[in-house]
DNA sequence: TATAATATATTACGGTCATCATATTATAAA
DNA sequence: TTTATAATATGATGACCGTAATATATTATA
């Protein structure tokens, strides 16, 4: 006979909060600079238990990246839905080029955050950013009734705009590659 | 009396090889996943006498960064100067989102490589990349003969694009991305 | 209320890290 | 050739890593 000792479900739930944690940790941290511990303490957990929901870190990378790329679409569709007036797509870039976005790495879009250390990584992670790539592509292209190929330079000048601006010191500087960000990606959606 | 067992500028020169070593495989494998034992080992020496050299590790990143960067505005220069016929800031645009710099990121721009793991880096080593991006930026806009603002989107597809590039599993979509990238840089410039 | 099954915690292991103290080597001058 | 010493190597320290084995806590059911 099968008995539940726990509460239906108790561990997907836990487990989903070890992914959720680590996709904010990764965000802030990276990836490599982040702990199973550390992520483990984030989600109110200790580290031994890790092993019992993972079969190891790799498998929790791509699981979180995964998560938090969708969880990025799914706000950002969002953000456009909102909008009333002005084209959705203008809505999109300039939330995606705020000072909002660019100082919430932690609950924000995992392209530029992680864009450094995607390429070192493992095929089953890469195969998950392209996966998720091609989705945003597509969602970018489709909300600013553009093909894809000029859907994917759009994207890139977002998230390239928004990669230097956290590099920099100079908030002047940062602020000023925002805006020529802003500026020429709804230039280009329009020519 | 003093004497000087090692030749004159031994020591400056053995410096600049462990900085070399570091810039080379900083952009390999990023900051966090080099050791210092393995830059030193990248220099012909152990890591023991990294201490004499330099005060930490942090010291190290910064001048590594800040050779890479002056390295590599000098590459584009030379590009740029070899090219006869076309607008200069084609050529460069071309090198930059070409299959080679995609493909051998040890010899390449750094701000893409290290594009995520800067944000979270020390002050020092945030300072270096915004002198050297704003030396950047001056260097693009004034190839293709645009204000900075304007630089700054140009040079902000161009890390965006090659970025991307690099993330993704599928050879299609990344020399997609690159096309693409090229394609709406050479607009920018030109609109 | 006891039990069985499952979820989580504790502890340990082997490895690598940055850093430092000390020993060794290489070489210019005496 | 000897000597002084700068440059480099060796080895150690304490911290933290990923991973794993084992122990403990939890709770639905009998």
Do not use: W
Request: with cysteine.
């Amino acid at each position: 006979m099968i008995t539940i000792p726990y509460p239906k479900g108790h561990k997907i739930k836990v487990r989903n909060k070890i992914v959720e944690s680590a996709a904010q940790a990764f965000r802030t941290n990276g990836i490599h600079d982040v702990s199973v511990p550390f992520i483990m303490k984030g989600a109110g957990l200790t580290h031994g238990g890790f092993y019992s929901h993972f079969d190891n870190k790799e498998q929790l990378v791509a699981e979180a990246c995964r998560y938090a790329i969708s969880d990025t679409i799914t706000l950002l569709q969002k953000v456009a839905d909102e909008e009333k007036h002005n084209p959705r797509i203008h809505t999109v870039i300039d939330y995606y080029l705020s000072p909002y976005h660019r100082d919430n790495t932690e609950m924000g879009c995992i392209l530029p955050a992680l864009s450094g250390e995607i390429s070192r990584s493992s095929e089953e992670v890469r195969q998950v950013f392209t996966q998720e790539l091609e989705r945003m592509i597509a969602f970018i292209s489709n909300l600013a009734e553009i093909d894809t190929v000029k859907g994917s330079a759009l994207f890139s000048t977002m998230v390239g705009s928004l990669v230097l601006a956290r590099s920099v010191n100079n908030p002047e500087l940062s602020a000023s590659l925002l805006s020529a960000g802003k500026q020429y990606a709804k230039d280009l959606v329009m020519t």
